[in-house]
């Protein structure tokens, strides 16, 4: 609809963005009540059938929410709002619209149920993105949204490839066609599907997440489309995209994890750990802050990866604890990564530059957004009471449990994580102010109130994790009851 | 009378007799193009609710042989209002030939005899060498006498196909030779396929037949070169697909081994070709290339055996594959034509990518509508294209063809470089180029853009398809 709006299309996108975010979460209040896990609020439409000779293919399209992805959809509204409030007045129609097409995306992917659908969405939402990085973006941003494009897409090739071979295997159990994400992973008919076939099902899948999370050896379009998109769409791709990976994780792959070979765990674990020991790493050589964030982003999503590895070989309470810790690491990095991202785009509006050496001592005239700056990065690194500490928290101990000592290699992560994030701030918003950024005004009381209800959920979501742990909870330990 | 079921092609070869007639008193482009466009409608609805499965003459018409008339139709429609922009003049004879075009491609979806199949294919490939030199243009003419060249040569190799086919099996009719059961391993009937494969393969533009292809599509006017693309390779295309379905018996595996090492070296010659392109028109005709590739995957499932292995019975997998052959014909038309239908927006004469910088900022419309189309060429979802090869490769997967199925997909990951350059170029916003936006051929492509969309989300369509996918 933003593409038909002019010049008010900023406004029109915010104002039906509320509206959705706020009818939403009201809906989801009232549905999930009284929640024990599982499928519920589902809705479904047969949309072609071809039934002969022996044959039926169905496509249906289905929806249906979990109480893990509608807390999904709702932070998928939410930062998609958060990323058309920061995009600046000269941005036309073109730029909201994007946006907007991403958020349906984003939010369809959570919510649907069948999976020929599910893989358009996951394209669908990396299409806007691709032009919001190629046309808005700066630097070499051609290339950069190649890159994103082109290795986000070899992944979901893999993914396509992954579904085909599913409801193929369906099809010689039950001589239906079907793309129902309910039928394809259900365990009684995975146990019959051959191990070689599970295993190439598996990989496509995992090599799709992954790269979208991204783990280790997969990264490498991340630093630049991070850098090189604009700012709205650093908040869109760390806050709204990555969650994509971390679900297809938590909520596809996971249901289905108990037939996996217990190498692959051990095997996904140690990719999370070189994950978060690398990234964090690379985020303190960096020079650029834009940069560093981008890296300090992919070490937190680590905790995912790991997350999933270790509930892979873990059972009862701990599993469900550490599922839910990562579902709410997802939820939680959510938040971090917008207010680290938009007080950043705040700064660069004001300075125009984003390397660390050009700044200094930025305390002196900017003290509310380097305050703002630096809640997000004590946030990104765990500190206690913050949104990230939870999930961190979570997965760490649990983790404990399944790897032991091994646990000591994320505590060092987060080590590196807190010295890169200390060191930075000792850098830029302390030390000596450097006299050739001039007089810098402060922000004024708009950007106070975006980042302010930003830091509010960052800090409600610290303190009182329990209302939307519940429902993560819940979710875990049906999943728990079905392995 | 008999005849009423023949009003469509009377129809057809009437009107392009009146135009030619009324170019004595006219030549303005809009009364005979207007008029061509109104027949094409009339024939396309005559066709589309006439009864089915009769046969009169040597026609023998079913839902299958219909919806491929219809298609050929469709992709004459879109050229008709893109070309009088292109066409400098003599509107007359122009518009007469394409109707004549249209009543040999409707004739040779009709016929299962090969004598009827061969003059008619001749029929569309004699009209496609006068249009292609249309404007009489050195390039034109240069092009027209590479494609002419080549495709006498492709005429001779069809003749003796034919020839051999009927040494084999006694008989030029496809239905008969189908049902002739005891035909067994015959050397004659592998030279047939070689030869026909090789004479039609000129037209479809099969690797070591491409050649004349990217010339041809670069030096013929754009409407022109949207057709050849197109509807030109559609017909060759269906021959083939009759020929292949009901000429061979599935036990002969050669005809899959044949087919596959084509698809897999016309893909990756298209597509490894285009990445280093710049001409605008070259890079879109690699791409033709490339997708004749992923179409001809359909003929290597054709000829696949069956085997233990296989999924489910060879019929199914050859229904879907067939159904998402039909699927990917239509979206191919209107994904392939529109961008050179584009092509038309740039002034110069020889279109280079960098002629297309700036498009978004004349018009958004165009240009986003420009990128439905590669994205659709590229089986990015939401598109037509996507869910031709979706199924397509489906079907690929539970015939057991998995490698075939996994080089395709690295095959469509590489053209995505190529496509997304183009997207990439017309975003970009320097550049001072200054485009033709003639109503004609922007309304064209914005609608053409729109279709595609809208095929994007047709699983009905599909799911029909599937149900008439039978030769």
């Known amino acids: 609809m933003s593409f038909f709006a002019g010049n008010q299309s900023k406004t029109v996108s915010l104002v039906s963005l509320a509206i959705l975010t706020v009818f939403f979460i009201a809906y989801s209040a009232f549905e999930f009540r009284n929640y024990t896990g599982g499928v519920i609020a589902y809705y479904n439409t047969l949309l072609a059938q071809f039934h002969a ?58 919510m649907v149920r069948n999976f020929l659908f599910f893989y358009i969405f996951w394209e669908v939402v990396l299409i806007p993105v691709f032009f919001i990085i190629g046309k808005y973006g700066t630097g070499n941003r051609e290339r950069s949204s190649l890159k994103f494009f082109i290795y986000t897409h070899i992944g979901s090739l893999f993914l396509l490839l992954s579904i085909f071979t599913l409801s193929t295997y369906y099809f010689l159990n039950t001589g239906i066609f079907t793309f129902q994400i309910g039928d394809l992973t259900a365990l009684s008919f995975l146990e019959t599907v051959p191990t070689a076939g599970f295993y190439f099902i598996i990989f496509g899948f995992l090599l799709a997440f992954l790269i979208k999370l991204p783990s280790f050896p997969l990264h490498s379009w991340l630093p630049d489309a991070y850098n090189d998109a604009p700012y709205s769409g650093t908040i869109m791709l760390s806050g709204g995209l990555v969650a994509m990976g971390g679900y297809g994780l938590l909520g596809i792959l996971y249901p289905i994890a108990g037939l996996f070979p217990r190498a692959l765990a051990y095997f996904i674990i140690l990719l999370g750990l070189i994950s978060i020991i690398y990234f964090s790493f690379s985020a303190l050589f960096q020079t650029d802050l834009k940069r560093m964030a981008a890296y300090g982003s ?66 002196r005239e900017l003290p509310v957004l380097s305050s703002f700056l630096l809640i997000g990065m004590l946030a990104s690194l765990g500190l206690p009471s913050l949104a990230g500490f939870i999930g961190e928290f979570s997965v760490t101990i649990s983790a404990f449990q399944s790897i032991g000592l091994y646990t000591l290699f994320i505590v060092l992560g987060l080590i590196i994580t807190a010295a890169f994030y200390i060191w930075a701030a000792q850098r830029f ?53 079905l392995i | 009378m008999i005849y009423e079921y023949l009003y469509a092609l009377i129809l057809l070869g009437l009107a392009g007799f009146i135009t030619l007639a009324a170019g004595i008193k006219t030549d303005s482009k809009r009364i005979l193009g207007g008029f061509t466009f109104v027949v094409l409608i009339a024939a396309f609805f005559i066709l589309l609710f006439q009864e089915k499965n009769y046969s009169i003459l040597s026609l023998n018409i079913s839902s299958f042989d219909t919806y491929w008339a219809l298609i050929f139709l469709i992709s004459i429609m879109v050229v008709i209002i893109p070309s009088m922009n292109d066409i400098k003049k003599r509107f007359d004879v122009y518009y007469a030939l394409l109707l004549f075009i249209a009543l040999s491609m409707v004739i040779a979806a009709f016929t299962y005899n090969l004598i009827v199949l061969f003059v008619s294919f001749e029929g569309v490939s004699i009209g496609t060498y006068v249009l292609t030199a249309y404007n009489k243009t050195k390039r034109n003419l240069e092009a027209s006498l590479k494609y002419f060249m080549i495709s006498t040569i492709g005429t001779s190799f069809n003749i003796m196909g034919i020839a051999f086919f009927y040494l084999s099996t006694r008989t030029f009719n496809l239905n008969v030779a189908a049902a002739d059961i005891g035909l067994g391993f015959n050397r004659s009937l592998l030279l047939a396929l070689a030869f026909i494969t090789i004479g039609f393969g000129f037209k479809i533009a099969i690797f070591p037949m491409q050649q004349w292809a990217i010339d041809t599509y670069d030096g013929a006017p754009n409407s022109v070169s949207a057709f050849l693309s197109t509807g030109g390779k559609l017909v060759a295309y269906m021959i083939l697909l009759k020929f292949l379905f009901l000429g061979f018996i599935p036990d002969y595996n050669y005809v899959f081994f044949f087919f596959a090492i084509l698809a897999i070296l016309t893909m990756t010659y298209g597509n490894l070709a285009a990445l280093m392109e710049n001409n605008l028109k070259r890079i879109l005709g690699y791409s033709s290339i490339a997708q004749a590739g992923y179409m001809i995957l359909v ?173």
């Not at chain 1, 929806?63 to 990323?83: C, E, P, Q, W």
Request: glycine share 10%; charged share 10%; hydrophobic share 55%.
């Open chain 1, 429 to 481: 918003l302390f030390g000596y102010f450097n006299e050739r950024l001039g007089r810098l005004k402060d922000i004024n009381k708009q950007e106070f109130l975006i980042l302010f209800f930003i830091l509010a959920g960052t800090i409600f979501l610290g303190v009182y994790p329990t209302l939307l742990f519940k429902l993560l909870t819940a979710y875990a330990s049906h999943l728990g009851g």
């Open chain 2, 299 to 471: 003929f290597a499932l054709i000829g696949y055996s069956y085997y233990p292995a296989v999924l489910v019975s060879r019929e199914v997998f050859v229904r879907f594959a067939i159904a998402s052959a039909m699927f990917y014909a239509i979206a191919y038309i209107f994904m392939k034509a529109g961008p050179f239908i584009a092509m038309s927006l740039v002034k110069s004469d020889k279109v280079m990518i960098d002629d297309i910088v700036g498009l978004s900022k004349k018009s958004r419309w165009t240009a986003l509508f420009l990128a439905v189309m590669l994205l659709s060429l590229a089986g990015v979802p939401l598109t037509g294209g996507f869910i031709a090869k979706y199924f397509l490769f489906f079907s690929l997967i539970i015939g057991n063809l998995w490698w075939l199925a996994v080089i395709a997909i690295i095959n469509s990951a590489i053209s995505i470089f190529y496509y997304f350059r183009i997207i990439i170029y017309s975003y970009r916003k320097e550049g001072e180029n200054d485009f033709n936006m003639a109503p004609g051929i922007k309304y064209s492509v914005i609608i053409m853009g729109l279709i595609t969309l809208a095929l994007g989300v047709s699983f009905a369509l599909y799911t029909y398809l599937a149900g008439i996918a039978i030769i």
């Open chain 1, 298 to 363: 992919a070490a937190e999503m680590a905790f995912i990866t790991i997350a999933f590895g270790t509930a892979l070989l873990s059972t009862g309470y701990v599993r469900t604890l550490d599922l839910s810790g990562g579902m709410y690491q997802i939820i939680a990095h959510t938040f971090v990564a917008a207010l680290i991202f938009a007080s950043l785009s705040m700064l660069y509006r004001r300075t125009q530059t984003s390397k660390i050496y050009d700044l200094g001592g930025l305390n």
């Open chain 1, 53 to 110: 000779s022996g044959i039926t293919i169905n496509i249906d399209f289905s929806l249906g929410l979990t109480g893990f992805t509608d807390l999904l959809v709702i932070i998928s509204l939410f930062i998609t709002m958060f990323a058309v409030l920061m995009g600046s007045k000269s941005h036309g129609a073109y730029f909201y619209g994007l946006f907007m097409a991403a958020g349906f995306g984003l939010a369809g992917l959570f």
